[in-house]
T-cell receptor, first 115, second 114 residues
């Protein structure tokens, strides 16, 4: 069974810091990995999707890397801002083969960026 | 955001009553999913649909049923609600369920079973 772990569970940083969020998964037979953002009381918003053939993806101040062989992904946030405060979740396909987009999620990292 | 709406957004009900949650999407996405989110468990897949009238179970399907009679609507039914089903329920969609397909989420329904 695929299990996803995110470390740290919570992170509090001053504005302007560069930071790294970690995600690990137990079954390396994945075809993609997604990072999502969730604001309090809201749904999830997709930030980045990395296909298994890729090593990293970038969107603005966000950079996500994927190392399938070691079962790890990192989300790097540059020059953090108070508006980045949210819960960040990573997700990988549930089960092997054709998973039809079914996902299994980590429990998330709660990020707080202080002005 | 794939134009996903969920109704109701909040509901309080009593143990033993049936409850139906609705997910509606406007982007003609083929795949639709129901997840529940609970503290300590994160998001877990309840059921999913890969087309009209085509549905299958997820990780935590006991006590839930689904139906999809139209592309745009995916209904989640709790046949007889229990307190353990108190949760926040999210609907999600993807265009084709493939390796490059991003998943889009609705705003969620907060369900409390007393």
């Amino acid at each position: 069974k695929q299990e996803v772990t995110q470390i740290p569970a919570a992170l509090s940083v001053p504005e302007g810091e560069n930071l790294v969020l970690n995600c690990s998964f137990t079954d390396s037979a994945i075809y993609n990995l997604q990072w999502f953002r969730q604001d309090p009381g809201k749904g999830l918003t997709s930030l980045l999707l990395i296909q298994s053939s890729q090593r990293e993806q970038t969107s603005g101040r966000l950079n996500a890397s994927l190392d399938k062989s070691s079962g790890r992904s990192t989300l790097y946030i540059a020059a953090s801002q108070p508006g980045d405060s949210a819960t960040y979740l990573c997700a990988v396909p549930l089960g092997g083969g054709t998973s039809y987009g079914k996902l299994t999620f980590g429990q998330g990292t709660i990020l707080t960026v202080h002005p | 955001d794939a134009g996903i709406t969920q109704s109701p957004r909040h509901k309080v009900t009593e143990t033993g009553t049936p409850v139906t949650l609705r997910c509606h999407q406007t982007e003609n996405h083929r795949y639709m999913y129901w997840y529940r989110q609970d503290p300590g468990h994160g998001l877990r897949l309840i059921h999913y649909s890969y087309g009209v009238k085509d549905t299958d179970k997820g990780e935590v399907s006991d006590g839930y049923s689904v139906s999809r009679s139209k592309t745009e609507d995916f209904l989640l039914t709790l046949e007889s609600a229990t307190s353990s089903q108190t949760s926040v329920y999210f609907c999600a969609t993807t265009l084709g369920g493939g390796t490059t397909d991003t998943q889009y989420f609705g705003p969620g329904t907060r369900l409390t079973v007393l």
